[in-house]
Every structure is written in structure tokens, then in C-alpha cells.
């Protein structure tokens, strides 16, 4: 029997059901990805099975180096086809880890490939691969297609012109509608690197000179306007912690002013100004009706000398394992009592949080808002299988599953919508084995339009997204 056949992951009857008859042929809205709007645009076209299932992938990296492959293979000058033979090497090493099952259906779905993946047929599968390619002349946007991807968000910064969506958007060839979302993260980090000369490149892009926090507060306000202009539904924001520290507006402006001149500020100042910028940001949100992003608990660039060698998004992040969510609440409370809290959703690297999460969104909500402040899919080193039943379990049982708005690839790779695939095999099995426990009745009409919303039409209607071609799936 094939590896990747029709039940994978599919053990009981109610699973293979829901799967099969609800959740295999719905689209797919990716509300959080890091594709290259560029690539989009220009249907970028790649040459090879490297090029296309290797280039940029952190994921794969951190396995092959901890497999004690050279840097060579990896970043480095070795041939494509080197370094495809290489990740075969280290492949057939990862039983447990999601990368094994997301290589297998990316060969399978995008390629055709259908036999277990080893050194001894890796020759034939470069050789399989690399012919699909050529023939089927495999393109961003035609991969896009494929995938069945209705919605796309990007993830884009506050100074970015964005000029390929505006040219993805005039494409009327291409169905899918690609969205900006606004990641303000390089203005919120204020003890960040390089700070005061980016607040010099926001400012020019904006024609407008940024001396205060005032002045900054202005030009995102600009720039909120522009991305709704085009069409953004969406923010996120990439944080090490929660902050919840409130301070005046005299305080906020003398840090801004000392982190300019280039000081470095204390951990209190720090949260104090990110506590400001995070609430006045979810105000504009708010005006807008955006959904806001919160993405926490990750421990960056741990490696410093490859951090030096290699930049940031190469592999050498981790959990932080401290307790980063702990002003969760407080946050959210400051932002309710003074009317400026938007529809959210909340990430946590730290699965321990899961029920905190929960818990915490369970005391915020709005007449006629289905679950206004969610908590997001299992993240990054939690998107595996157990991750994915873990979060899904957790909000069950603490808050509601109908609400949940789902699953997003968080990639830079065009072959990653397999893990929607994934996600949907997870939960229906999941959701399969309740009903065999018999912990849920067999309602297939119930637990059917769930997978369906929860697949599709939950996303649609808590970020208000609008087809390109204006239809109502």
C-alpha cells in the first residue's frame, strides 16, 4: 500500500467520512504566510526540485545541520542536485517529525511521486521531479492554482510600496486574491538593531520626518490608511513577550527621544513603549476592522556567531521557555477598557500556554463577533501532529472548536499548502476517534458544516475577506 494513500492518518469510519466528504475539496485562505509577493507577481518559474522544495526552508535546514551536514549542502555552493541528495540523507532519520509527512505529500501531490523516499531511489526521483517541472513548467501562480488557495496574506512592513499586489490584483488571469498584511515589527522592537536609521527609512517613505513618537504614531496611521487602501485585513506582530506596562505621554516620548540619540533602554522602558505602540496600533486596527496578530514566545537567533554568518530566519531560533504570555490578560484588559480591542488572534511558541490561551480569550467577546479573540493554530515547533491535537483538544475543551478560524502555512514555499491537507486530516481524525469513544453523538450534518467553517468559511467571515472574482464559495 502507498505511504501517502487516501486514508493517511485516517484510522476510523467517522474520520475517512468527514475528510473525504467535507473537508478534502474545500479551498484553502492562508491568512498568514511570508510568500514572496514578487515571486507571485511575476510568476516566478524554478528550475528545479532544490530550487523549489529546499530554497529558504529554515525547517529543513536546522534538520540537515543537526544531522551534521556542512553548511555547504545547506546555504552554501554545492550543486542543487547535492543538495537534494543531501536532505534525502537525513529524511529518512525523522519518524516523528512533520517534515517527514510534509516531504512525502509534496512529492505525491505536486509531483506524482509515490514511493517512500530513499537514498537508494533518489537519483530516480531528482531525475522524476526535475521532468514534472520542465514539462508541467511549474510556476508560483501555477502552484497557487493547484493548491486550490482562494486567499492569500502576506507579510509585508509599514514602508513597503507594496507594488506587486497592486500588480497581482490588475492580473485578471490569476483568480486568487493576495492581500498585504502589516507587520510593524522594526518600529515596535525600539532596542532593536538599527532603530533610529529605520525610523529615517519609514519617514522618507512617507515624507514625513520622524523626531518623536508622535511623529511615528502619524506615519503608521499613514500607513494603515495605505494597506487598507489595498485591500489589508489583517496584522501581525512578532513578539518576544506580552507587554503590559502603562506610562504617560511625556514618559513615552522622552524613551523614544533617548533610544534615537541611540541609548539603550531598560527592560521596563522597553515594555513600557511597546505596551503604548501595541495599543495604539490596535485602535487603528480597530477603526479599520483589521484582525490583529500576536505571534509570542520565541527565542531568536540563539546561535550568535551564525547569526552573524547566516542573518536572521536561518534555523537557529527555539522556544524561550520563559513566561512570556504571563500579562496576556492585562493586556487585553487595558485594551477593553478603553474600547480599543479588535478582533484577535494569539500565538504562543510555549505549548503550555494552550489552556491559558483559552481561557483568557473566553473573557473578551462582542455581540454578533463568533469568538473576537481566538486563539491561533498550533505554531512553528508545534505544527506537527500531536501540536495540532494538542491545540485543538485544549480549545475544545475550553472554549469552542465550531469558532475556530484554522490552519495558515506561516511559509515561505509554495509546495507548503500540503500542510492544509494535513491540519484536515488531523482534526478529522481527531474529531473521528471522539465519536468512536463515543464522546460526541454521530452527527455527520453537525460535525460536517463544522469542518467545513473551521476548514474555510469561519476565515472568510472573521476577517471579512472578498473574493478576487467577487463569487460566494
Known amino acids: 500500500m502507498k505511504f501517502i494513500n487516501d486514508d493517511f492518518l485516517l484510522s476510523t469510519p467517522t474520520a475517512k467520512n468527514l475528510y473525504h466528504k467535507y473537508a478534502e475539496n474545500m479551498p484553502i485562505i492562508d491568512y498568514h504566510c ?3 509577493p514578487k515571486d507571485i507577481a511575476e510568476d516566478t518559474r524554478f528550475e528545479n526540485i532544490t530550487q523549489i522544495w529546499l530554497g529558504g526552508d529554515h525547517y529543513k535546514w536546522r534538520l540537515m545541520r543537526n544531522c551534521g551536514i556542512a553548511e555547504e ?7 542543487d542536485k547535492d543538495k537534494f541528495l543531501k536532505w534525502v540523507q537525513v529524511l529518512k532519520q525523522c519518524v516523528g517529525n512533520p517534515l517527514y509527512h510534509w516531504s512525502m505529500l509534496e512529492l505525491t501531490r505536486y509531483f506524482g511521486w509515490e514511493e517512500v523516499l530513499t537514498e537508494n531511489n533518489a537519483e530516480d526521483a531528482w531525475n522524476h521531479c526535475n521532468a514534472v517541472i520542465e514539462k508541467e513548467g511549474m510556476s508560483a501562480q501555477e502552484l497557487i492554482r493547484r ?15 507594496l507594488r506587486y499586489h497592486k500588480s497581482i490584483k490588475d492580473d485578471r488571469k490569476f483568480k486568487t486574491l493576495v492581500l498585504p498584511a502589516f507587520r510593524p515589527d522594526k518600529a515596535c522592537k525600539i532596542n532593536g538593531e538599527a532603530f533610529s536609521e529605520y525610523m529615517e527609512v519609514l519617514g522618507k517613505r512617507f515624507d514625513h520626518k520622524i523626531t518623536s513618537y508622535r511623529d511615528l504614531h502619524k506615519v503608521l496611521q499613514m500607513s494603515v490608511e495605505y494597506f487598507d487602501e489595498m485591500g489589508c485585513k489583517v496584522s501581525d506582530h512578532g513578539l518576544d513577550f506580552i507587554p503590559c506596562r502603562q506610562g504617560s505621554d511625556d514618559e513615552i516620548e522622552s524613551i523614544f527621544a533617548r533610544r534615537i540619540k541611540g541609548e539603550v533602554l531598560s527592560k521596563e522602558e522597553t515594555e513600557s513603549y511597546m505596551t503604548r505602540f501595541l495599543a495604539d496600533m490596535a485602535q487603528e486596527y480597530k477603526k479599520k476592522g483589521w484582525v490583529m496578530q500576536l505571534h509570542y514566545g520565541a527565542e531568536r537567533n540563539n546561535n550568535g556567531p551564525m547569526y552573524e554568518r ?6 537557529y531560533d527555539s522556544i524561550s521557555g520563559q513566561k512570556a504570555g504571563e500579562h496576556l490578560a492585562g493586556f487585553l484588559s487595558l485594551l477593553e477598557e478603553r474600547h480599543m480591542l479588535p478582533k484577535m488572534i494569539i500565538y504562543s511558541l510555549e505549548p503550555s500556554d494552550n489552556a491559558m490561551i483559552d481561557t483568557v480569550c473566553g473573557c473578551f467577546h462582542e455581540t454578533g463577533i463568533k469568538g473576537k479573540v481566538q486563539h491561533g493554530s498550533a505554531w512553528w515547533f508545534n505544527d506537527h501532529s500531536a501540536g495540532m491535537k494538542e491545540q485543538l483538544a485544549d480549545l475544545a475543551s475550553h472554549s469552542v472548536l465550531g469558532n475556530f478560524v484554522g490552519m495558515l502555512t506561516d511559509s515561505r514555499s509554495f509546495l507548503s499548502y500540503t500542510r492544509h491537507e494535513y491540519f484536515r486530516r488531523v482534526l478529522c481524525e481527531l474529531l473521528g476517534q471522539w465519536v468512536e469513544k463515543g464522546y460526541y453523538p454521530e452527527d455527520m450534518d453537525v460535525l460536517g458544516k463544522m469542518v467545513c467553517d473551521i476548514s474555510y468559511y469561519n476565515a472568510l467571515d472573521f476577517f471579512q475577506f472578498e473574493r478576487k472574482d467577487g463569487s460566494d464559495r
Open 147 to 161: 493548491s486550490n488557495v482562494d486567499i492569500i496574506c502576506t507579510t509585508d512592513n509599514p514602508e513597503d510600496d
Open 73 to 79: 549542502y545547506i546555504t552554501g555552493s554545492a550543486s
Open 310 to 315: 547566516m542573518g536572521p530566519d536561518t534555523g
Open 34 to 36: 511570508h510568500l514572496s
